[in-house]
């Protein structure tokens, strides 16, 4: 910055306020800043902007899985919004293992980052109430244990109720099994909920012998249908509780399909035969809420304490559900 001064005849507070288009600079001598910048191909120094500034330019993006549809669209809407205000973002995936989330959290917030995003696996956050003192910390998809912070989740309970009533009630069954992975998420756990519930307001008694968990890949789920066919009474359709589940079900069953319907759309699953049937969601709705209330607790805002906000979802029905339709 000093070579870019001394080259344009200025001080290096007036390059500074050039480089970050302040608008009181005389166009003159703005033209001999930018090109005195082009001449001597100058770059501003990050590291030396965050110390100045006390913390990073970038949103931190944790999820469970970067390479997920779900969760990628979710970073991909956060990078996006960061982006259009000059921020970048730094993303990682915390696996599927509760105690990996705190190393690899605490470890982007040493950082000092501008803001953070969580979509947690983890069963306790309490720790994370004196982070929230000094950056921006917001849940997505999943509600975080022990902290009450800004969180954007989906209508886990009453998108499960729907689709199960739509089984029940548009296709006659009766004996619903149901399909999830990680039980202790407030998604699932949710999920489960709205399973029990639309059953029992249509008469059924749910028996928890229908319920698999821990089905992530196809193995896991050729190994849950086949607990659940020995039952003396097995199920006449499913209930996947997660997209990942979801398309490891839609492998296992392509040669003997029994209706179900999943709760997340995922690639494909309107062109596979039979189609999926699903409960949608917006991921890109959920990262940009996400970044947006970022930013609104920067800019001093959002004044009007924790939010806690829940989005629709909705059912959209294609083949998976019909197969061997008893009306």
């Known amino acids: 910055m000093r070579d870019v001064a001394a080259r344009a005849g200025v001080s290096t507070k007036t390059v500074s306020r050039v480089f970050n288009d302040d608008p009181h600079v005389l166009p003159a001598t703005r033209a001999l800043v930018e090109q005195a910048m082009r001449d001597l191909n100058y770059v501003p120094n990050v590291l030396a902007t965050t110390f100045r500034a006390g913390r990073a330019s970038v949103i931190g993006v944790a999820v469970p ?12 809407a956060i990078e996006d919004t960061a982006r259009a205000r000059g921020l970048s973002t730094m993303v990682t995936s915390l696996g599927d293992d509760p105690a990996d989330e705190r190393p690899a959290i605490e470890s982007m917030l040493g950082r000092q980052l501008t803001g953070l995003v969580i979509a947690p696996v983890g069963t306790d956050h309490s720790w994370l109430q004196r982070w929230r003192e000094h950056t921006p910390i917001v849940f997505v998809d ?9 969180t954007f989740t989906e209508a886990d309970e009453s998108g499960a109720y729907t689709a199960v009533e739509h ?10 099994a149901y399909i ?12 489960l909920e709205g399973w029990r519930r639309a059953q029992r307001a249509a008469g059924i008694e749910p028996d928890e012998a229908l319920v698999q968990s821990h089905v992530s ?10 607990r659940l066919r020995a039952l003396p009474d097995p199920p006449t359709a499913l209930f996947s509780a997660n997209a990942r589940s979801s398309m490891a079900l839609a492998h296992v069953l392509r040669d003997d ?20 049937t699903v409960i949608d969601q917006d991921p890109r709705r959920l990262g940009r809420l996400a ?12 004044q009007d304490g ?22």
């Open 167 to 176: 089984l029940i009630a548009r296709h006659g069954h009766r004996r619903i």
């Open 291 to 302: 970044a947006e209330r970022i930013f609104s607790r920067l800019a001093g805002g959002a």
């Open 65 to 76: 899985d970067i390479v997920d549809p779900f969760f990628a669209a979710i970073a991909r």
């Open 257 to 276: 399909p029994v209706p179900f319907v999943g709760f997340g759309d995922f690639p494909m699953a309107d062109t596979l035969a039979p189609s999926v």
């Open 180 to 191: 999830g992975d990680i039980v202790h998420l407030s998604t699932e756990t949710k999920r």
């Open 142 to 150: 999943r509600a975080p244990v022990d902290l009450e912070t800004d």
């Open 306 to 327: 924790d939010v806690f906000t829940v989005l629709d979802v909705r059912l959209v029905e294609r083949e998976s559900c019909r197969v061997g339709r008893r009306d």
């Open 217 to 226: 890949d196809r193995l896991a789920a050729a190994g849950a249908l086949d």
